[in-house]
């Protein structure tokens, strides 16, 4: 066998504060999270041949990758971009219930994943991305978010289009939506940051996800404490702290937008100095 890159969409994350959990959890206690984190971020298996899809897993870090043009997407396209955006919300929100926050980068290029062999420079390019993301979010690499306007309004593939970009064409496709209207469905689920990095908007697109806005609210103020009790507990440490201190914005300027609507969501808003 000649190994042979293969282009994947890739998803790198882990856990924040993993090293300080091993220092004062029980193992117990660090298994069932890690048990958890695997059964939530894995496909069915039935799934994961059909479209090679394949999780690689060592301590607190997963990395999802699925095959952009196997032969299954090629003839009944997936939408795998939009999926593989969408999957981490439900990680997101039962890791957030559990007080545990994820940092993470999602990003197309060559792998090879064969034979419990993983490399490639996909796989760097996630890795040195999800170095960057720095704060408890899920960046997606630029290139994908500039690639999305290969479609056009009338929701066609622009003839200019780079091959990197025609990848991208087997990202987007389904076959139960347009190609413009999963285009939009994925713009919907990302945000930009100050610092100019895309990010999955996880508060924004998790609203949708509840069924009632009550139920949504109980995962807000859920949020709210990890986020105070991770800011009062690192008050010290400078370098954590920041990472906190961006999720309180993020948080608030979420919340501030439910605020202008109804006033009673004001006490989910978190204080500059958790008392």
């Known amino acids: 066998m000649t190994p042979k890159y293969t282009i994947a969409l890739i998803t790198y994350f882990d856990i924040l504060g993993f090293q300080d959990m091993v220092k004062t959890k029980p193992e117990a206690e660090i298994y069932n999270l890690l048990m958890h984190f695997k059964n939530t971020s894995k496909s069915d298996e039935k799934e994961m041949k059909e479209y090679s899809r394949s999780y690689n897993y060592f301590s607190d870090t997963i990395v999802r990758s699925v095959n952009v043009l196997s032969e299954a997407n090629r003839r009944r396209p997936d939408g795998i971009l939009f999926n593989e955006l969408y999957d981490p919300l439900y990680i997101i929100n039962d890791l957030i219930l559990k007080g545990v926050l994820i940092r993470g980068s999602v990003t197309i290029g060559p792998i090879f994943n064969e034979n419990d062999i993983f490399f490639g420079p996909g796989v760097i390019t996630a890795y040195d991305l999800e170095r960057k993301a720095i704060y408890p979010r899920i960046i997606v690499d630029s290139i994908i978010v500039k ?14 289009a ?6 991208l064409f087997y990202l987007l496709s389904s076959n139960t939506n347009t190609l413009i209207d999963e285009k ?9 940051g100050r610092d100019n990095v895309w990010f999955v908007d996880y508060l924004g697109a998790l609203a949708s996800e509840y069924d009632e806005i009550y139920e949504f609210s109980l995962f807000l103020n859920q949020h709210k404490l990890l986020v105070e009790k991770g800011i009062r507990s690192k008050l010290k440490n400078s370098h954590v702290l920041e990472k906190y201190l961006w999720l309180r914005r993020y948080h ?23 008392i």
């Open 147 to 160: 690639t999305l306007n290969i479609i056009n309004s009338k929701g066609e593939m622009r003839k200019n």
């Open 252 to 274: 608030n300027t979420y919340v501030s937008q439910l605020v202008a609507h109804d006033k009673q969501f004001s006490r989910l808003l978190i204080n500059e100095i958790p």
């Open 184 to 192: 939009n469905f994925i713009l919907k689920m990302l945000k930009k």
């Open 162 to 167: 780079s091959d990197l970009s025609r990848n």
